[in-house]
């Protein structure tokens, strides 16, 4: 098939040296590799050339290659969405919503989940090789954008032989990809699922990264981004923006409820700056942990791309502009206890589809558990999507599959 | 005046040598010691010996001394409330509150602010020097807690010769440190406002300040708390944990109505990682200033004091026990966008006073600007406190010199 020619698969690219053990056992993401011919048009004006896309798909496309899913990842995620983590060997990171017997079930759809550009498991970012000088990228690489991620996912679907996709989804900075491929390409999205996300980032958001980025920065073993070439990793700086935004994840409720103010492993404090509360202890576990899959300047260039996400400022700053005349179907969900992307944001979005005559269905789901919500076990989102995905497949045909 | 015996003036401690120029031009705080023979009984069990505390007044001290009002500051605040600062040059940082015409007019008021034990604007803290080792404290200096900032402060008004205060008034750190003196010292205290503040430091409390605490502590330069020795400071980590607490301090609506996504000094956007957006110009503006005028190791010390912090669990869980029998009179005021110390939390207060049926009124002002609003201009706050300390005052037989 001749559009799979630049398709080949590689070793999932893994972090560090130790990491390579894991490769016998895991699935490797295939990789379409796009050369000088098809360079990628970057919003700040540059082509990036050569660069490549890693990517996961589940399941077979139909006949008529309508059945395409394609799953977004949000900043800290990646391609691994339903498979055994290459690196970390936990779980994919949307088995709650993608496997057998879920919403997204791999017998009915063809799912994919490709990196993103700028990411580090494997599609072109700041830890690859620059070809001009033989050299990692580091910050030499270009500053991307939500639309780059999205113009980069559109020539992989167009390698893949897709024209429309069934459904794009995706949360957090998975959603504002959902929300960009609708405004960009709306007649390649017949639904779309766009959870716990917003269409710009907020002024609060926006503080946010840039604590995580000056943290990272703020690590000496960052050496402005040319951290590779001293054979380290900033991992102090990193695991400090983690915690950071480990905290914005979860609601204030579900740290109370999970944690309160307990002591780990004793009743009394210590009197010392040790982790005597399990929170303190968690977040340090997040910190640590996070460091051993993630790229510090991968971090700090998606962080970037979301703050930059502004789907009005790009039309006008009038929301609605970008989705006249769209005939995409839309479900839009928010979780009562997101406090970073609250649903006050959900139904600007809303109400701009709306405005637009566009078919939107919204579901804001009451849960304590924060942003976080998206990614666990929380069965009403689940029978929302199931429900959606359902509706959008009978309309599409897909309906004896399906069902 | 014999209590006054261990009292004399001296320069206000400065941070680097660069501070010293602002010394000829600026009040020097008062220093009370404290020596062998009265140690500060800590509540990690040891006695700290000796110690002393620095502090400002305004206004005098009547014949039958009834008119005193202590203030106690945040955590990054200390005892110049209504005096030019000596490091930074700038305006007292409670002049709304206290001065000529205010609520707190020291015409009226002999009116008391002390720097916290562990602070580092001149009472002894993790930046003084150990008399044991003749060397700068750092982590040796032991662990402290909201109580012991009391004790000490209670030793001090001791000095100064004051039985009872006329008023504690406080908010954030400075509310726990007027809660802990009415259930510590319940006699003492005729009225206590407490302002935007809690009786515990809840979980995603406790998560922030050990964020910042990883921030300091991840910076090479804070060398295990002896960098004094190095002769350096851990600014990077120390600006980090600063912009981190900046951002709780300001409502997601006050950051918007700030800044927005408005872009620093152009229209379109870098490409970089430059600050783009003034809410990072802010924030960076924010880290670095900070650490110019505070202590790194002094800001783990109180950060973990609040964290300790919870006056039900000092009396077997329950809060209203810390109140029983009290004829303090309260005014207990929050902040309808404080997230940091919502209302939810005075009102649990409040239910815990109307259990012990000790008299509080609580006020809960509406505003967007989060739980910075305590030390800004917000005249519904004014209002308030003047209100309840001029029907304090009357009750207190103050009336003929404060109307």
Redesign the interface.
């Known amino acids: 098939m001749s559009e799979m020619g630049g398709v080949k698969s590689v070793p999932s690219p893994a972090i560090s040296a130790d990491d390579r053990s894991h490769e016998a056992d895991h699935p490797n993401s295939q990789v379409a590799q796009f050369g000088a011919e098809q360079p990628l048009r970057l919003?700040?004006?540059i082509d990036l050339t050569p660069f490549q896309i890693a990517y996961q798909t589940y399941g077979e496309l139909n006949a008529d290659r309508s059945n395409a899913v394609l799953i977004c990842h949000a900043l800290t995620g990646d391609q691994h969405v339903a498979n055994v983590h290459p690196v970390t060997g936990k779980s994919g990171w949307w088995e709650t919503l993608v496997g057998p017997g879920r919403p997204l079930d791999p017998q009915h759809y063809f799912i994919i989940c490709a990196n993103v550009i700028g990411g580090c498991m494997g599609s072109t970012g700041p830890a690859s090789i620059n070809p001009a000088t033989g050299k990692v990228w580091g910050?030499d690489f270009?500053?991307i954008t939500i639309p780059d991620m999205v113009r980069a996912q559109a020539m992989l679907i167009d390698r893949l032989g897709i024209v429309t996709l069934f459904a794009v989804v995706g949360g957090s900075m998975g959603g504002m990809q959902v929300l960009q491929w609708t405004a960009a390409y709306p007649k390649r999205v017949y639904s779309a699922l766009a959870i716990a996300c917003a269409t710009?980032?907020?002024?609060?958001n926006?503080?946010?990264h840039?604590?995580g980025?000056?943290?990272v920065?703020?690590?000496?073993d960052w050496h402005n981004g040319r951290y590779t070439d001293q054979g380290i990793h900033p991992h102090?700086?990193l695991?400090?923006a983690r915690?950071?935004a480990h905290?914005t994840y979860?609601s204030?409720a579900a740290?109370?409820r999970?944690?309160?103010?307990r002591m780990q492993d004793r009743e009394l404090?210590t009197?010392?700056?040790d982790?005597?509360?399990q929170?303190?202890s968690y977040?340090?576990y997040q910190?640590s942990s996070f460091v051993e899959r993630f790229d510090a300047n991968s971090y700090?260039y998606l962080t970037?791309a979301m703050?930059?996400f502004?789907i009005a400022?790009d039309h006008g700053g009038v929301l609605a502009k970008a989705f006249v005349g769209i005939e995409t179907r839309f479900c839009v969900v928010s979780f009562t206890s997101d406090?970073l992307f609250?649903t006050s944001e959900s139904r600007a979005l809303v109400h701009a589809l709306n405005a637009s005559s566009a078919r939107v269905s919204f579901a804001e789901i009451e849960t304590d558990r924060g942003h976080d919500a998206f990614l666990l076990d929380v069965p009403e989102f689940f029978d929302i999507a199931r429900a959606f995905l359902q509706s959008a497949g009978k309309a599409r045909g897909l309906t004896a599959r399906i069902d």
Chains 1, 2 share one sequence.
């Open positions: 919003d700040c004006g910050l270009p500053v710009r980032h907020s002024a609060q926006i503080a946010f840039e604590l980025r000056q943290a920065m703020a690590d000496p102090r700086g695991a400090v915690m950071a905290i979860l204030d740290l109370h999970k944690f309160g103010r404090p009197f010392s700056f982790a005597d509360f929170v303190e977040l340090r910190g700090l970037r703050d930059y502004d400022g406090w609250p």
